[in-house]
Structure formats: C-alpha cells, structure tokens
C-alpha cells in the first residue's frame, strides 16, 4: 500500500493545503520526534548503564509490573528483595539470586532507568538479558515494544497528518486514494481497530498462552512479538497527541478521503 510524505488536498495559486488543512505540518511531525526521542533515550540507557555500572553489581531480579518492589533495601518499596519461594508464581528467593538491591543507591541517572523499569516490568532474570554481569532495567519483551514504539513514531513524524478525530489522523499516514474505501461505507474505525489489533495480537497471543499453558516463550520470540505492539502503539499515541479539532474552522472544513465530511451530532 503507498504511502506518500505529502499528499495535498487543495491547491490554489498562492498555497498548497497538505491533508490537515494547513501549509505546513510542523505540529504532527513534532510529536512524533518528541515521543520518539523520549523513548529512545531510554531505550539507549537501557544497554548504556548496565554497562557502565561496575560488573556484577545488579543481581537477578524477579519482581512485579507496576508495582515499586526494589526501591530500597528495607520497607513498603523493598517487596522485591524478599524471600518468596523459588517456584512462586511471583518473585523468588532474592536472597539466592545475588542479595538485595536498591535503585535508589545508584547514581541519579541510572536509578531514573531502573525505577521506570521497578515500576512497569516485572523484571524477571529469566526473560531478561545481561550486560556486563547486571541485568538490564527491563525485559525482552519491553526492548521489543520500546523499539517499536520509536520506529512507530519515526513513521508519524513523517507522514502523519491532523485531521480532527483520532480514527482518520491515526489513518492518515496512508495516500486518500488506498483508503477512499473504507469512508464510503465508513469502516474506518473498524480498520483503525484492526490494525491495532494485528500489532498487538501476537505479543497478546504469547503473553496468554505462557500464563495459562506450561509453554515457555523466548527472548527472541517476544523480541519479535513486542516490536510490532510497540510500533502501532507508538502510531497511536503520535495521533492522539497530534489530533487536534481546534485547528480547523469547524467539522464540515476537514477534507477526507473520497470527500467524507464530519457531521457534529
């Protein structure tokens, strides 16, 4: 399906009016490099500061998502540095895994990397990879959604476009021409669904099966299947960032594929 940088609705003799009804899109393209540049920054400490720390001095960690469980040493944010039993469901015996640990003993910045990773991954040893004998602030699967994610705002940044609603500027990276169908019947919120769907169905389908079944997934594998719910997870935040219905005269002044209007009910 192509997909063109530019692809201008109206044109007159003094300005050409690019699909978000404007000149220009600095706007749109200024999220997604914002997002992406965010989540890049820490994607690149991910690998930088197990690095740079001294060898060995990050443990393996099992711990749970969203929840603060290695904070300190001691205390309500020190859950993760317990002894819970080598087949718990959830956490093991820290003490058998390298002794306890402490974000907040590390330096400002690698302490930043390792709180976010506390508070959004469960950080089990097992799916997750060292550097430099500490393991890394995050799983394998989070890499793969991180990665995504950049990549899924670098296609925002250059061929995203404004235009009111959420549905038609998160579709908007595609050419008018490849997607006029699906505003004639108006199946454009079926197809934004379906596209979030294909890049999170498969991280869903590895993540469920390995909680209800005995199988054991692999770090390449939710490499594979966290990439792809990052990208479009990246798309979707840059186009909810980007639509913006006050940018425009009113509903009936957005211009859409085959010349679909939106109706303020």
């Not at 040493?73 to 003490?95: C, F, K, L, P, R």
Request: proline share 4%; charged share 20%; glycine share 10%.
């Amino acid at each position: 399906m192509p997909i063109e940088p530019t692809d201008p609705i109206v044109a007159d003799s003094e300005t050409r009016l690019l699909k978000n009804g404007r000149a220009e899109r600095i706007r749109e393209s200024k999220v997604g490099r914002n997002l992406a540049a965010i989540a890049g920054v820490y994607l690149i400490l991910v690998f930088l500061v197990p690095l740079a720390l001294p060898t060995d001095s990050i443990p393996e960690l099992s711990g749970r998502a969203n929840r603060m469980d290695y904070a300190t040493d001691d205390g309500m944010w020190s859950w993760g540095n317990g002894d819970h039993g080598e087949d718990a469901d959830i956490g093991h015996d820290q003490s058998a895994h390298g002794g306890s640990f402490a974000w907040a003993d590390l330096n400002p910045i690698a302490a930043t990397v390792y709180a976010i990773g506390d508070l959004n991954c469960h950080q089990k040893y097992q799916r997750s990879w060292e550097i430099n004998g500490n393991q890394m602030a995050v799983c394998t699967r989070d890499i793969g959604i991180l990665f995504g994610f950049v990549a899924g705002c670098l296609l925002w940044q250059r061929r995203g476009y404004n235009r009111w609603t959420v549905r038609d500027t998160f579709l908007s990276i595609f050419t008018d021409n490849s997607i006029e169908q699906f505003y004639f019947d108006d199946r454009r919120m079926l197809v934004m669904m379906g596209i979030l769907a294909i890049g999170l169905g498969p991280m869903a389908v590895d993540g469920f099966t390995q909680l209800l079944t005995s199988y054991e997934s692999t770090n390449l594998v939710r490499i594979l299947t966290g990439t792809p719910a990052g990208f479009v997870g990246g798309w979707l935040f840059s186009a909810m960032f980007s639509a913006r219905a006050h940018e425009f005269d009113g509903a009936e002044s957005v211009k859409l594929p085959a010349d679909a209007k939106l109706r303020m009910v």
